[in-house]
């Protein structure tokens, strides 16, 4: 069983388009951090949240952390192609281990 | 932050062979970390590698198939043993500096045959 589930497991859409990829667990955690994976690449970290409720913008992308902190989710805002990758959520346990979730693999069209 | 060198950056194997990845970090850590990540998947954590101790190994992997090196506080060793098709993976390591981003090698894509 994943601790961390996220969905969609794949997307596709056109360029200039709106994408919302969420993360859910049944467990609470402290923070969670979202990384973007390319091809040929090791992931790479977009934001951390910390705080229930928060909600973290880095250009067109918005990060927002569940009230209950349990769930996250990731808005992408007019999609380009360079936004095409593989995109992680994941949390840090008490032994600093990284526990990714599942995945989301986005393609955006020209 | 942390400038990973992870090499090789790719190989195909024959099955039955064994396979050693390097990881080299520009700053010297504590903690590195050993990730798989089959075609198409997420990363799952294969073993934690801490200088002047012996690895800890996640659920479903073993240090007979999966080997541990890590000599000092800049370098870690993966070894991949006795690899089937079922190990075409891949293996990326990573380091962290306790709860803060985590940095990653470029990763080592292995395809055994």
């Known amino acids: 069983t994943q601790l961390l589930e996220q969905s969609p497991q794949f997307l596709s859409i056109q360029e200039g388009e709106n994408l919302t990829v969420y993360c859910n667990s049944s467990s609470v955690f402290s923070s969670l951090q979202w990384y973007r994976q390319e091809p040929g690449e090791g992931p790479v970290l977009l934001v951390t949240v910390v705080t229930g409720g928060e909600v973290k913008k880095l250009k067109r992308l918005t990060f927002q952390f569940g009230d209950a902190r349990k769930d996250s989710s990731l808005h992408i805002t007019a999609a380009q192609t360079g936004d095409t990758g593989l995109y992680l959520c994941a949390l840090e346990d008490s032994s600093y281990k990284l526990i990714f979730g599942s995945g989301t693999r986005l393609l955006v069209r020209p | 932050s942390a400038v990973i060198s992870q090499k090789p950056s790719r190989d195909i194997c024959q099955r039955g062979t064994s396979l050693t990845i390097q990881c080299q970090v520009d700053?010297?850590?504590?903690?590195m970390f050993w990730y798989r990540q089959q075609p198409g998947q997420s990363l799952t954590l294969i073993a934690t590698?801490?200088?002047?101790?012996?690895?800890?190994?996640e659920s479903g992997f073993v240090i007979d198939k999966f080997p541990i090196s890590r000599p000092n506080l800049t370098f870690s060793t993966l070894t991949v043993s006795n690899m089937s098709p079922e190990d075409s993976s891949i293996y990326l390591c990573?380091?962290?500096?306790?709860?803060?981003?985590?940095?990653f090698g470029q990763g080592t894509r292995l395809t055994v045959v």
């Open positions: 990573s380091v962290g500096f306790g709860n803060t981003e985590a940095f």
């Open positions: 590698a801490n200088q002047g101790s012996e690895a800890t190994y």
């Open positions: 700053s010297q850590v504590t903690m």
